[in-house]
């Protein structure tokens, strides 16, 4: 009866001993998945970021844009973010057997001097020669409608001609701001689609480097959004002050305050 007291007694130990080693394995499968949401969830909010600017820039709500601009930069330059990959890579170590990381991915980014930006850019001139091309276009069309020598002098004409380009202008200027606001878009599905994946991929095949490349290359992208932001400001200032009808609400209150200013100005 000793020996088989003895016998149920490891056996039950054994068995405590499984089942804490099994409830660890979960806890560590948890933490996993969770860091892993985390980096993962990046993607779902640039796209949602994205869709967030569609409907400011449509509004010409300057000040939401510019807030969403510097969100679009934190979320892809977030310690935290950099903590979950941390995370995912030494708890996959471990629950695999194998070696652990030799360095955080943050250092790792910090090593990787040729990275090579991959994001799409905008400049003002840039945008000047769209405007350019807009006006130009602008008036071929007039041309080949209306310039068949019927009219009855030159001067009727010559305004007809200023009328139609001065509503292009006004156009286009309105085009050049919506391009600028617009560009914060492009830059937020350009990382969802193309770099951010390289993260998640690269994560779920435990490569390291790849992940602090596209790190690196996502931080220097989101690095750009607030310059953007600047673009799309100035433009919607050109626009503002060419038509400020044409900002709707915004235009209405800023030409309300630009008026109050001038009544204090006065007093």
Request: hydrophobic residues 40%.
């Amino acid at each position: 009866m000793g020996e088989l007291a003895d016998g149920v007694a490891r056996l039950e130990r054994e068995l405590a001993e499984a089942q804490e080693a099994l409830r660890v394995v979960e806890k560590v499968e948890e933490e996993i998945e969770s860091a892993m949401e985390e980096v993962e969830s990046v993607c779902e909010a640039l796209h949602n970021l994205s869709w967030e600017l569609d409907g400011e820039i449509a509004d010409h709500n300057y000040p939401a844009v510019e807030r969403y601009a510097y969100e679009l930069w934190g979320l892809v330059d977030s310690e935290r973010v950099r903590h979950a990959v941390d995370t995912v890579a030494l708890l996959t170590a471990v629950r695999d057997g194998r070696p652990l990381p030799a360095t955080s991915v943050a250092v790792l980014m910090q090593g990787l001097k040729d990275v090579k930006a991959s994001h799409p850019t905008l400049t003002q001139e840039a945008l000047d020669q769209e405007f350019q091309a807009a006006m130009g276009r602008a008036e071929n069309i007039w041309k080949e409608i209306y310039d068949d020598g019927s009219w009855d002098s030159e001067n009727e004409r010559k305004d007809h001609l200023a009328d139609h380009l001065h509503e292009a202008r006004q156009e286009a200027v309105s085009d050049r701001a919506v391009r600028a606001g617009r560009f914060l878009m492009e830059l937020c599905d350009h990382l969802a689609e193309t770099v951010w994946p390289e993260v998640t991929d690269g994560l779920r095949g435990t490569d390291l480097e790849r992940v602090a490349r596209a790190l690196k290359e996502a931080s220097t992208a989101g690095e750009t959004a607030p310059a953007v932001y600047k673009l799309y400001e100035v433009n919607l200032s050109v626009q503002y002050e060419s038509s400020p009808y044409s900002l709707g609400a915004v235009g209405e209150q800023l030409m309300a305050f630009e008026s109050w200013l001038g009544v204090q100005g006065q007093g």
